[in-house]
Structures are given as C-alpha cells and as structure tokens.
C-alpha cells in the first residue's frame, strides 16, 4: 500500500513539475483574467451563460491543480509553510464561494483575485514579489523621513500660504495634499505662481521641497529596491546551482565560473600525470 502511494506521490509530483502542466495552469490563469473582463460587459443570454459554466469549470481545474500540488508535495505538513500555498490555496477557497445570492459582490470581487495565482506560477514575478517584500522594511524608514519632511513643509505652508488659498493651505492636513500635489508634478506651478502673486521668493519653498522629495527620497526608494532585488537575484542564482545561502553570502556567477577553472585546471594536471589513465 505504501509503495502504491509513493508511486502515485512520484506520478503526480512530474506532472506537477512538468512545463506543460505549468504552461497549461498559466494558460487558464489568463482565461480566467479574460473572463472577469468579459463579465463586464453587456452580453447576450446565452454567451453569459456560457461564461458562467467556463467560470465553474476554471474553478475545478484549479482545484485539482491545488490538489495534485499538495498530494505531490513530499511533507505534507511543511506545505502551508510556504507564503505562497497558503496565497494559492486562499485564493482557490474564495474561488469556490456561490456567485449566487447575498454573496455575489463578494464572490465576484475574489475571483478577480486569481489573476494574482499568475504571480505565484512564474517564478520571475516571485522573485519580484519577495524582493518588494524584504525591501518594505527599509523603505519604511525612508517613508518615514519622508512624512517628518511632509510635515514640516506643511506647517510652514500652512502658516505662510493660509491666507492665500484657504482650500489648498487651510489646514496641516489639507497642505500635505497639496504638497504630495507638488511632489507628483500636477499643475504644482499653477500653486507656486498663485504664492508668488503675494510672496515673490516662495518658489525657494517649492523648489527646495522638490528636490528633496522627487530627487532624492525617490531616488533613495529606488535603490534600496534594487539592491533587495540584486541579493534575491544572487540568491535565486545561488541555488540554481546547488548553493546555500543559509550561513553565509551565496556565491556569485564570476565566483561559481572561477570555481569551474580551477577544477578543469585540476583534471588537466591529473590527466598529464597520469597519461595511461586517460
């Protein structure tokens, strides 16, 4: 019996892992996609009726898909230690809520989410994915420094320009919209010009809020996102080629490449030394 059940663990385990199943999982995530869109508009009876028994039928595949996932998995119990089975299985489960009754909003709305199912299917968006998530922390200490230089502004804003415009400058909060006005570039001369009417020197409070803000809190966001992404990428490269990066920092391509000539340097010395045995 045990050996049946590792035969059919091993069977489904390769059409797991195989490109065309994954392909074909992809696949149906996209018509799942196309679906919701088509849902939008105003169709005929008969083409919505056919669009709700593709939308059962989405929901089954994936179903099966999620169960020859968890059946092929090799310990059961370390299957939901993965973010994304738990996002997978999340999603499947909502997916299998009636479109009928009181919860037709709601079933509606988490079927749009499987669209999201494509993320954890192709492993370059995971990649991406991980890397916003880990770069989140330091971001939040640039968001941070950010919101006290925001508010900064804003006080000043609000006790220079109140008098001016009172819907743009009333208030701390009201002045924080709209310097994120002035940080995102929409219509912030038409802001500026209106100060400079009374205050001439104000573009120094633009200016400077600016090049503060778009140039180098922007800039530094930027960078910290690319440097997580660099160590997932290093990460990712490291354990296609049989590296841990537990314990240490995994080896990088120009390591692994030097690593491959010493040892064909090494087989070419044991190979002149040993001629007969070649």
Do not use: C
Request: hydrophobic residues 50%.
């Amino acid at each position: 019996m045990s050996s049946f059940v590792d035969q059919v663990q091993h069977r489904l385990k390769k059409v797991d892992s195989s490109p065309l199943f994954q392909w074909s999982v992809i696949t149906v995530i996209v018509m799942s996609a196309l679906l919701i869109g088509a849902k939008t508009h105003d169709l005929p009876e008969q083409v919505v009726s056919l669009l709700s028994f593709l939308d059962s039928a989405i929901t089954v595949f994936f179903v099966i898909e999620l169960s020859i996932r968890f059946i092929a998995y090799p310990n059961k119990k370390t299957f939901f230690k993965s973010g994304w089975n738990i996002f997978d299985t999340i999603i499947v489960i909502g997916s299998l809520i009636p479109a009928g009754g009181s919860g037709v909003l709601l079933a509606r709305l988490l079927r749009v989410f499987r669209v999201l199912r494509l993320v954890s299917m192709v492993p370059e968006l995971r990649l991406l994915i991980n890397a916003l998530i880990k770069a989140i922390p330091r971001m939040g200490y640039i968001a941070l420094l950010m919101f006290v230089i925001f508010y900064i502004y804003a006080a000043v804003g609000s006790i220079l320009f109140h008098q001016i415009n009172e819907v743009l400058w009333g208030d701390v909060s009201i002045s924080m919209l709209t310097l994120f006005r002035v940080a995102t570039f929409e219509d912030w001369t038409d802001v500026m010009y209106e100060t400079m009417a009374v205050h001439p020197m104000s573009w120094v409070y633009y200016l400077t809020f600016i090049f503060l803000t778009a140039f180098i809190f922007l800039n530094m966001m930027v960078g910290t996102i690319l440097e997580v992404m660099g160590q997932e990428h290093e990460n990712f490269r490291a354990e296609a080629h049989g590296e841990s990066a537990e314990g240490g920092e995994p080896a990088s391509r120009a390591q692994i490449e030097k690593l491959e000539r010493e040892l064909s340097e090494i087989k070419a010395l044991l190979i002149a030394k040993h001629p007969s045995e070649k």
